[in-house]
């Protein structure tokens, strides 16, 4: 594995103008993905994490707009790209695929179609290359009788399976990194694994870096070299995945997952964090955790705490509770 | 636990009418339950856990008689259920509840909390007025919330608060037993903690016996005292939970926990990637509906189809290698 940085998004702002008042979605989000690496961003609804994807491909839904930030892919700025520009980045260079591959994919094309025609679109080829292309990553996501796979429409085919050919397709044009967003959430978990056991194997084989969008802390640990956790628009903590999820520092990360229902302890209450994921309209002050968190100190209202180390190889966390003057 | 149970389901079976071909008028059917037996006992948690399609909500319905079952009987307490209608049903039914998968949709937005929970209580008691509100609020102070939310909305809430008011008004008629289908599957992980733990509390202080249907296998191994799986509309295996998460004996029970993705590293499972997907319920395969994806499948499973045998403490598989 490469250590150089493939994707880096710093201080990302992301709004949303609405009739209710300003919803602020993101605020300050900070990571950065490795070339050849499977890098997690794990939160609750309203964290801000599909929003970030949205904004690396300058896709973001109206009304909401990109307030501030930078995003930096492969050393160039991503939101100073002309919009012809981020059409051939988009779907060409990064790719992106979402929860439900039934939305994804158009009900009155066949996927040999609609498979080509994304293919086409990015490299100069005629019509029976894309075939061939589009049949060789077919095969290449393990899905049986591509051929035939070529023929149908998106109905014939069941949930995994759609998720395969939407796979396929993102990855046809030599796309370098892969945006999943909540990419097995509406599969079975036997399907599941059959798609994450296929991420894995696509980030050896073709060497792509994975930036993989979930709720699930589970798929995290079986899946993803490094992790950042977000809460409420920004990144609490960050690292190894064996660091963040077996040395957590964040008290959101701890009270995370600590209410995960584990085998060990069975039989006892589950901790819960009190209170409510507060809404991006009325975020409170300072650290945005500080109204459910136990061990709130003065500071925490005032002044949003920054990520500092706190372990080894990029351990860092968000919380006055770790090594830093105290400024207020 | 007692010896007879407090709900005994016998050979529930439940047939959706599908596609009927145009030319042959040939009727085709949806298996969705096929001859499921299964005894609850008062004060457990037995956990109904399988994938999508795999008929468990539609064996909580059933139980609930929210659908009419094709063929079977479910017994409350010696009585069918299945066979009762009218003024006896609706008595039976005060000691059976249930919770849904999505609180948003289980309330009408035009109704108050109040009128919400009081519903089930001006349908079936003669409680009215002030000794209605008193009991709404009571209700509501067992499910942890305050008696000020009454009179607001159900778009006022989070899907956790509501779904503590879904219970509070399933608990309105005092009954003995719920069918919670899905209760925390549309929640965040946080929140999701804090109904299981109220849930998990109710069950002591009320003497409550849950159905609990799930996807989630940490949940289930959480909150069950016994666990079913279900597969294409039948149940593959049952026993404690225990049991079934530490001694399965039935393959599609192995490769469903195997694939389950584990935080703890200490109780992570060699995984079973099982090939294809599940099969139509319209036309099931011969003999062992799971045979066509198992990897321990032999001729006779293709042939002759296993039946759910005790191999032991009461724990029971359906699978021909577990029979002689």
């Not at chain 1, 892919?73 to 992106?96: T, Y």
Request: proline letters at 6%; one cysteine or more.
């Amino acid at each position: 594995m490469v250590s150089k940085a493939l994707l880096s998004v710093e201080d990302l702002h992301v709004r949303f103008q609405t009739y209710a008042g300003v919803v602020r979605a993101v605020n300050g989000m900070t990571f950065g993905v490795r070339r050849g690496e499977i890098f997690g961003l794990v939160g609750e609804s309203g964290c801000g994490k599909s929003v970030t994807g949205f904004s690396i491909l300058r896709m973001v839904p109206h009304p909401g707009e990109i307030v501030r930030g930078r995003i930096e892919f492969d050393g160039e700025n991503l939101l100073e790209k002309s919009r012809a520009a981020m059409r051939k980045i988009r779907g060409g260079r990064i790719a992106m695929i979402f929860q439900d591959p039934s939305a994804s994919l158009n009900p009155v094309f066949s996927i040999g179609n609609q498979a080509k025609r994304v293919i086409r679109h990015h490299l100069d080829v005629d019509d029976t290359e894309a075939r061939e292309a589009a049949l060789r990553m077919f095969e290449n996501v393990g899905l049986p009788d591509p051929v035939r796979v070529l023929e149908t429409y998106p109905h014939e085919l069941s949930g995994g399976m759609k998720q395969r050919v939407m796979t396929a397709m993102a990855l046809s044009t030599g796309a370098e990194l892969l945006i999943a967003d909540e990419p097995t959430t509406a599969l079975d978990v036997t399907i599941q694994a059959q798609i994450l056991a296929l991420f894995n194997r696509l980030r050896e084989e073709m060497a792509i870096s994975i930036l993989l969008i979930t709720h699930d802390l589970g798929v995290v640990a079986e899946t993803c070299d490094r992790v950042a956790v977000a809460y409420a628009g920004s990144v609490v903590e960050m690292g190894r995945t064996e660091d963040v999820l077996y040395k957590l520092k964040h008290p959101y990360s701890q009270g995370l997952l600590a209410a995960l229902p584990l085998p060990a302890d069975r039989g006892q209450p589950l901790a819960s964090i009190a209170g409510n994921v507060p809404d991006g309209i009325h975020l409170p002050s300072g650290c945005p955790f500080h109204p459910r968190c136990p061990y709130v100190m003065d500071v925490c209202s005032v002044e949003r705490p920054p990520l500092v180390p706190v372990g080894g190889e990029g351990h860092a966390a968000a919380c006055y509770l770790y090594g830093q003057e105290r400024e207020a | 636990m007692s010896e007879s149970p407090l709900l005994r389901i016998e050979g529930l079976t439940k047939h959706f009418p599908a596609r009927r071909s145009f030319l042959t008028r040939r009727q085709s059917w949806v298996r969705a339950l096929e001859d499921v037996s299964i005894d609850i006992y008062e004060q457990e948690t037995l956990g109904v856990v399988g994938e999508s399609g795999c008929g468990k909500t539609t064996l909580g319905r059933t139980i609930m008689r929210l659908v009419e079952p094709t063929r079977g009987k479910v017994l409350f307490e010696g009585t069918d259920i299945a066979a009762l209608d009218g003024g006896e049903l609706r008595r039976y039914r005060q000691n059976m509840q249930m919770v849904f998968q999505n609180p948003y949709s289980s309330f009408d937005p035009r109704f108050s909390v109040l009128n919400s929970v009081a519903e089930p209580l001006r349908t079936h008691t003669s409680l009215r007025g002030d000794a209605l509100v008193d009991r709404c609020r009571e209700l509501l102070e067992q499910v942890r919330m305050g008696g000020e939310i009454l009179y607001r909305y159900p778009h006022e809430f989070s899907g956790g608060q509501l779904q503590r008011i879904a219970v509070a008004r399933a608990l309105a008629l005092n009954p003995k037993f719920i069918v919670l289908d899905e209760p925390t599957s549309a929640l965040d992980v946080s929140v999701q903690a804090q109904i299981i733990n109220l849930l998990e509390e109710l069950q002591e202080e009320l003497r409550l016996t849950y159905l609990f249907i799930t996807h989630d296998l940490t949940v289930v191994q959480h909150i069950s005292h016994r666990v079913a799986v279900m597969y294409l509309g039948q149940v593959v295996e049952l026993g404690d939970t225990e049991t079934i998460f530490y001694e399965a004996r039935h393959p599609y029970t192995e490769a469903l926990l195997s694939a389950a993705p584990s935080l703890d590293p200490k109780f992570r499972r060699e995984r079973i990637v099982l090939e294809g997907s599940v099969p139509d319920p319209i036309d099931p395969p011969p003999g062992c509906s799971f045979h066509p994806r198992c990897p321990a499948a032999s001729d006779r499973c293709a042939k002759s189809e296993p039946v759910l045998v005790d191999v032991g403490e009461g724990h029971w598989v359906a699978c021909h290698r577990c029979q002689g």
